[in-house]
């Protein structure tokens, strides 16, 4: 039941106007769809994108990625828990500052990545043709601008 200083119209305008929503909305519909792709990998979306983070020539501190991956350092120490436990990620202290952690894939971690690659891709190709009111690249970019 509605009341009088939170009408129906209100409700609507949120449903309809609120970006958080609709964007909450569109990434659970594309994690669920990712997540379904690489499950054969034995990994999530998620876990497969902190993965990707870390393939670079300098391994990442801890600190650093974070903010790359839109995470907090807690979120992100507990995501990397069970990378490390299946010894997919290696972490070692960094030389020029002993409080840091330095992050890197493991061998096995690589291999996973590029035998992954190919189902992300296929998910990747298949969600960007079901964007038809605009180009994946102008989502993309306008998904760059909330930041």
């Known amino acids: ?18 970006l958080c929503l609709h964007v909450q909305r569109a990434a659970r519909r594309l994690a669920r769809r990712f997540d379904e792709a690489l499950r054969p990998f034995g990994l999530t979306n998620g876990q497969f994108s902190l993965l990707m983070s870390l393939n670079r020539p300098e391994p990442p501190r801890l600190g650093d990625l974070a903010p790359f991956l839109g995470m907090d350092r807690t979120t992100l120490t507990a995501a990397l828990k069970p990378l490390q436990k299946r010894g997919l990620v290696l972490s070692a202290t ?53 930041r």
Do not use: F, N, Q, Y
Request: include cysteine.
């Open 94 to 146: 960094d030389k020029t500052d002993a409080r840091a952690r330095r992050l890197a894939l493991s061998e096995e971690g690589r291999k996973l990545l590029v035998a992954a690659v190919p189902a992300w891709r296929a998910a990747h190709d298949a969600v960007d043709a079901g964007i038809t009111t605009t180009s994946p690249e102008a989502l993309r970019e306008a998904l760059r601008d909330l």
């Open 1 to 18: 039941m509605t009341s009088p200083d939170l009408p129906l119209s209100v409700t609507l305008e949120v449903r309809d106007r609120c």
